[in-house]
């Protein structure tokens, strides 16, 4: 699957997960990118091995690009990284809704149909992992008797607009199962080849908060 964007010198094709940075000007892997960052499952009493892949299902006509995190109504929502805290915003699909973004303003995590925002919560502020944001519910389009934590991440575009990105999978970064950045290391030759880590993944029970 491929994305297009368009460039001064035409319409190029970028792999879905791959954006352009606006300080370099270069093409940079979003998924590597959320791969580095250390996520907290953002749900209490959520355990790694307990979350689902729903990033590819069908929802209605479109995918979507999210999981949703099942739990009881009023369970703490966390937040999985450090960052910032760019809109609290209410919309008819999502609810209650938190937009942050990550300390490098690289990655947007959205959190949605929440029950309550926590106390104190405020546009602007400085978020650190695992810091209170609200709570499990049902708000938005979501079942009555379904609540859970719709989760989201994408890539932002060079314009840092809180509403439009990349969408990336979060499911392999919240569990662990993501495959590492490639690391460099010397050649027989001298020179520097890279690599990514072969070994399986294994899933994370230390990534929970509280």
């Known amino acids: 699957m491929v ?5 001064a010198a035409g319409v190029v094709a970028v792999p879905l997960g791959w ?4 300080d370099a000007g270069m093409i940079v892997d979003g998924d590597a990118l959320l791969a580095l960052r250390n996520l907290a499952i953002p749900v209490e009493g959520v355990t790694a091995a307990a979350l689902r892949d729903t990033f590819s299902d069908s929802r209605q006509g479109h995918w979507h690009e999210a999981i949703d995190i099942a739990a009881p109504k009023g369970a703490k929502v966390f937040a999985v990284d450090d960052g910032s805290l760019v809109k609290l915003f209410t919309s008819v699909p999502g609810g209650l809704t938190v937009y942050q973004f990550d300390p490098q303003g690289r990655l947007a995590y959205y959190y949605a149909h929440l029950d309550g925002y ?4 405020r546009e602007g502020m400085t978020l650190h992992r695992c810091e209170l944001l609200g709570y499990v519910g049902t708000s938005g389009n979501a079942p009555p008797e379904s609540p859970h934590l719709h989760f989201a991440v994408f890539r932002l575009n060079p314009e840092h ?3 439009k990105g990349t969408p990336l999978n979060p499911y392999p970064a919240l569990t662990g199962s993501a495959l590492k950045a490639p690391t460099s290391k010397a ?7 890279s690599s990514r880590s072969a070994q399986a993944p294994v899933l994370q029970s230390s990534k929970a908060c509280g």
Not at 3 to 7: A, E, K, P, V
Not at 19 to 22: R, S
């Open 3 to 7: 994305r297009r964007m368009t460039l």
């Open 19 to 22: 954006a352009q940075t606006a």
């Open 118 to 121: 926590a106390h104190g919560l």
């Open 161 to 163: 607009q809180w509403w």
């Open 187 to 193: 050649s027989a030759s001298g020179g520097v080849t």
